[in-house]
């Protein structure tokens, strides 16, 4: 099975505010999803006439397959054929840090490999938010090519893409009660390309949910920023209005579709932190 053999730390017990327990730790994968999706193609269904090509992303990739093969799943019980085709980091962290040679590097590979994808009439799916950033808006920015262009106009953040095939009454909707309790965070990077409420619209369509309003604010981690030593301590401050929200609003679950935002989350609050997708696949009894 592909993904096979990763031991992934869960949600803290305890919330870690300090240096000493500053542990932001994710076991890497033994082989990276990518690469282990390439030499076991998934086997779509496509009476619907439905392509997508997915973009996995550094953290599903390495630290997180079990979500990448939630994804396919998931599209495929909706009658997608998907591909995972060779792949890059998208480049971000190598732009934040002004490595911009790097960052170039990167996009002019993804775009060659989406391009065609695109050009054979797939969509370009992404589960992280930062991801669906630099597709949509980073690449035509900063390169300014045709098949930046073409590629961003065919990109999709996973809850988009869902949102659209319901709305054309293409998803399958046969989902059972998820009693859970659950509060919504909106990452940064999906307010900047104004996507923030796809994620919150895909969790509304799971029945049995009691969704608790809290006041959302940054999660503070800012990417690598809070993985650092020297601002570790100013990464959980920016972060501890959320915190308090989320602990005041005693919820078994918080969504959210970025993965970092998972993880500095988890480390402030303890709890579990999850992608909408997971949510799904729970409604769609999924194992």
């Known amino acids: 099975m592909i993904g096979q053999g990763i031991k992934k730390t869960s ?48 953290f599903a990739d390495r630290c997180n397959p079990q979500l990448a093969q939630t994804l396919v799943k998931i599209l495929e019980q909706n009658g997608i054929e998907v591909i995972v085709p060779e792949q890059k980091c998208c480049g971000l962290p190598q732009l934040a840090y002004g490595r911009t040679q790097d960052f170039h590097q990167n996009a002019r590979f993804n775009l060659k490999v989406l391009s065609q994808a695109v050009r054979e009439g797939y969509h370009v799916v992404t589960a992280c938010t930062s991801c669906a950033l ?74 049995g949910l009691t969704r608790v309003e809290i006041q959302d604010n940054c999660c503070g981690i800012g990417g690598t920023f809070g993985f650092k ?45 999850i992608h909408p997708l997971e949510l799904l696949s729970m409604a769609y009894s999924m194992k």
């Open 229 to 273: 030593h020297e601002s570790f301590d100013i990464s959980m401050k920016i972060g501890e209005r959320l915190f308090r929200e989320i602990e005041k609003a005693k919820v078994d679950r918080v969504i959210t579709t970025c993965p970092t935002c998972k993880l500095q989350i988890e480390q402030g609050t303890g709890i579990q932190t």
């Open 11 to 58: 949600a803290g017990t305890r919330p870690g505010h300090n240096r000493e327990s500053h542990n932001r730790t994710q076991v890497l994968m033994r082989e990276p999803f990518v690469r282990v999706a390439r030499g076991h193609p998934t086997t779509g269904l496509p009476s619907k006439d439905l392509r997508v090509a997915y973009f996995v992303g550094c």
């Open 134 to 207: 630099v597709l949509k808006k980073e690449y035509p920015h900063f390169l300014q090519t045709e098949e930046a262009k073409l590629v961003a106009q065919r990109s999709f953040e996973i809850c988009e893409y869902l949102l659209m095939l319901r709305d054309e009454e293409k998803l399958v909707l046969d989902l059972k009660e998820v009693p859970l309790r659950v509060a919504y965070k909106a990452p940064c990077h999906a307010i900047a390309q104004g996507t923030q409420q796809v994620g919150l619209r895909l969790v509304d369509l799971v029945p």
